[in-house]
């Protein structure tokens, strides 16, 4: 928006309608003071973050922001900045935000997964986004749980991982942090045929009801097939609508004995992970606030505990780690011993074998303790 040097033409609306100015945003803001007087909400962009927070709450009035944390950079080729600067320019973001008292999503745990990580890591991710927002002053945390991926997870596996997120950021909130949750279809999962589609997002909607939402993302049936047009937006929120109406009519608990299993096991491995965090700051500075502070979550990626198959060749994660959709979830994958490998046990063998790009617990706990005693 700011750089029209680097606009290229060719490409507007690739990703919706092109905004290119200051009264593109006004037309918007007035077309909404009519009907139900929608809100309206957009997303962050890949740089200016704050000059282009301004411009919305300036025009649109922004219901909420939608800021990723490792992604929409040059790692995923989606934005100009590097990995660690887009990770620093993001924080700022998030608190100039929660200064403003605006609600915030961290919309980053899914893009793992469409990048086909395991569960775990997914599970891991939003536990740490409601921690840097509850962190960084946000008062609102915006979470949102894309359902249907990677696109073969099973529906019920599916929804122990959004479980498993959910009863995590609970443990979070309190009088000053509020959790309201996002519930949508993922992108990657509907047919190509649409009427095949259409039964896709009314069944996939139906299972996104048990973690009772407060807000429903409408991904349009025609993902797959074109660029929605209004007829197709009426119709997929018609179907939505539909299944809203008649599930929440009912008294239907469609949660297992199985997926409560799988939540556990995803909960435990990624408090594990999150808890490791620590362990990653290289001074007492980093030490002090390990969560926000960019140059240590920039290590999650570098050292590959956060990582993704599609990363491989990419300078700024290892890329190295396999996959395998077992039973409907999706597990890390030991190729060697041919068999699913827990985040627990893949992460143990990146410390063993890279032991100096961590602290022991023994040194974390006396840099802890020190720092503590310096506070005080």
């Known amino acids: 928006?700011?750089?029209?040097?680097?606009?290229?033409?060719?490409?507007?609306?690739?990703?919706?309608?092109?905004?290119?100015?200051?009264?593109?945003?006004?037309?918007?803001?007035?077309?909404?003071?009519?009907?139900?007087?929608?809100?309206?909400?957009?997303?962050?962009?890949?740089?200016?973050?704050?000059?282009?927070?301004?411009?919305?709450?300036?025009?649109?009035?922004?219901?909420?922001?939608?800021?990723?944390?490792?992604?929409?950079?040059?790692?995923?080729?989606r934005g100009a900045l590097t990995l660690i600067e887009s990770?620093?320019?993001?924080?700022?973001?998030?608190?100039?935000?929660?200064?403003?008292n605006i609600p915030v999503e961290i919309n980053d745990p899914h893009q793992w997964s469409l990048r086909d990580a395991p569960d775990a890591i997914a599970v891991a991710d939003m536990y740490l986004c409601g921690i840097i927002a509850k962190k960084l002053g946000v008062k609102y945390?915006?979470?949102?749980?894309?359902?249907?991926?990677?696109?073969?997870?099973?529906?019920?596996?599916?929804?122990?991982?959004m479980l498993a997120k959910n009863e995590l950021l609970q443990t979070l909130t309190d009088d000053s942090f509020h959790v309201i949750k996002q519930v949508r279809t993922g992108i990657t999962s509907l047919p190509l045929n649409l009427h095949k589609a259409k039964g896709h997002l009314a069944a996939a909607t139906l299972i996104q009801l048990a973690i009772k939402p407060d807000i429903i993302h409408v991904v349009t049936h025609s993902e797959a097939s074109h660029a929605a047009q209004p007829e197709d937006v009426i119709e997929s929120c018609s179907i939505v609508n539909q299944v809203v109406n008649k599930m929440y009519s009912s008294k239907i608990n469609i949660i297992d004995g199985n997926m409560e299993q799988r939540k556990e096991e995803l909960i435990q491995q990624a408090r594990w992970i999150i808890n490791?965090?620590?362990?990653?700051?290289q001074n007492s500075f980093e030490l002090k606030n390990?969560?926000?502070?960019?140059?240590?979550?920039n290590r999650l990626v570098k050292y590959g505990?956060?990582?993704?198959?599609?990363?491989?060749?990419?300078?700024?994660?290892?890329?190295?780690?396999?996959?395998?959709?077992?039973?409907?979830?999706?597990?890390?994958?030991d190729e060697t011993l041919f068999k699913k490998q827990d985040e627990i046990e893949r992460i143990k063998d990146i410390i063993a074998k890279h032991s100096n790009k961590f602290t022991s617990e023994l040194e974390y706990n006396e840099k802890s303790l020190s720092g503590k005693v310096m506070n005080r």
């Open 141 to 161: 945390f915006i979470a949102q749980y894309m359902f249907n991926t990677p696109p073969s997870s099973s529906f019920d596996m599916d929804l122990a991982k």
């Open 305 to 333: 505990i956060f990582d993704a198959p599609h990363l491989k060749n990419n300078k700024f994660g290892q890329g190295k780690i396999k996959t395998k959709i077992i039973d409907g979830a999706c597990y890390s994958w």
């Open 1 to 77: 928006y700011f750089h029209v040097e680097d606009q290229i033409s060719e490409l507007a609306g690739a990703g919706g309608v092109p905004l290119r100015t200051k009264s593109d945003f006004l037309k918007l803001h007035q077309a909404r003071l009519r009907g139900n007087h929608p809100l309206l909400r957009i997303y962050a962009g890949t740089r200016d973050f704050i000059k282009m927070a301004k411009l919305y709450h300036e025009t649109i009035q922004n219901a909420w922001a939608a800021i990723p944390l490792f992604w929409f950079n040059q790692m995923d080729g």
């Open 276 to 281: 490791l965090i620590p362990r990653l700051a």
């Open 87 to 100: 990770i620093k320019q993001h924080l700022q973001a998030i608190r100039w935000h929660a200064k403003k």
């Open 290 to 297: 390990p969560f926000t502070n960019y140059n240590v979550l």
